[in-house]
């Protein structure tokens, strides 16, 4: 394909992948430029140090623009804003605040097309502590796992590896996230998250995307001092998605989370999470 008719074809010609790719796990190509959308929506239940049963509805906005200078380069900034309901005991409040904003590269190692399509990349990028200290209603700082933002620097690296034939495609992926405190707050500790998904493409326009994604966590600190009996541990979700394209270089993708595992440390629990995502190559 010569140099002018790439800069004319849809995203899925240019990438020379037929998959249909949700928000989040798009194919680098020369001069790719997508922007997406994505809302998720869950609740949280924690208990607070002192014992109260704290509840948190939280709808996560985030916006995020991906460049590849290169086919085996990409770069793309996350930007997200948070619309929370905290519930405690018969007092609740409610906040619109920012999230944390997350940058990320991800590189192409290897790639093969013969009777399928293979691919291995590895990533790497830097969340940064924008979001702002969250408190309850007794002015106290919120637990852990409840906080809008980390509280600190938390660099990660991670594989990814993606593998293709006809309509059938999947991915596998593991990171480790680092958090580096840089205030005194509460924040994280070191966490290990692992997804992979299986989609079946049922025609050029329409996908569905089966998969399970998994965290396990290290114990936070509500301060230098003292760590957060209430964090850390794992989690597995089993995850669906239908992705449809209605129009060229236009995704939209709906799905939940469901957590079929939850063997968190201290009382903790999730719901299922909702999301929807549109993406639009440019």
Not at 77 to 97: I, K
Not at 132 to 155: A, F, I, K, M
């Amino acid at each position: 394909m010569s140099a002018a008719l790439a800069l004319l074809a849809c995203a899925v010609c240019a990438s020379a992948d037929p998959t249909l790719q949700a928000p989040g796990f798009e194919q680098p190509f020369a001069q790719r430029f997508r922007l997406d959308v994505d809302t998720l929506a869950g609740q949280v239940a924690e208990a607070a140090p002192d014992g109260r049963r704290l509840t948190l509805d939280d709808l996560r906005l985030a916006a995020t623009a991906t460049y590849a200078p290169t086919r085996d380069l990409l770069f793309s900034l996350t930007v997200p804003a948070l619309e929370r309901s905290l519930h405690d005991g018969a007092a609740s409040t409610s906040a619109f605040m920012p999230g944390d904003v997350d940058a990320r590269v991800y590189g192409v190692a290897s790639r093969a097309v013969d009777t399928a399509r293979r691919q291995l990349g590895f990533f790497g990028g830097l969340k940064g502590p924008t979001a702002p200290l969250e408190r309850d209603t007794y002015g106290v700082p919120l637990p852990v796992e409840l906080q809008p933002g980390c509280g600190s620097l938390v660099p990660y690296v991670g594989a990814v590896y993606a593998l293709g034939r006809g309509h059938y495609s999947g991915q596998a992926n593991v990171a480790i996230y680092l958090p580096f405190s840089v205030r005194e707050q509460p924040h994280p500790g070191d966490s290990l998250r692992a997804t992979a998904w299986f989609q079946i493409q049922e025609t050029h326009a329409i996908a569905t995307r089966f998969g399970v994604s998994t965290r396990l966590d290290a114990t936070g600190q509500l301060s230098s001092t003292v760590a957060d009996l209430n964090s850390g541990g794992f989690v597995g979700y089993v995850t669906t998605d239908v992705l449809v394209s209605p129009a060229t270089d236009l995704v939209l993708a709906v799905g939940a989370m469901f957590p079929a595992v939850q063997a968190w440390l201290g009382v903790h629990r999730e719901s299922t999470i909702a999301g929807i995502r549109a993406a639009y190559d440019f």
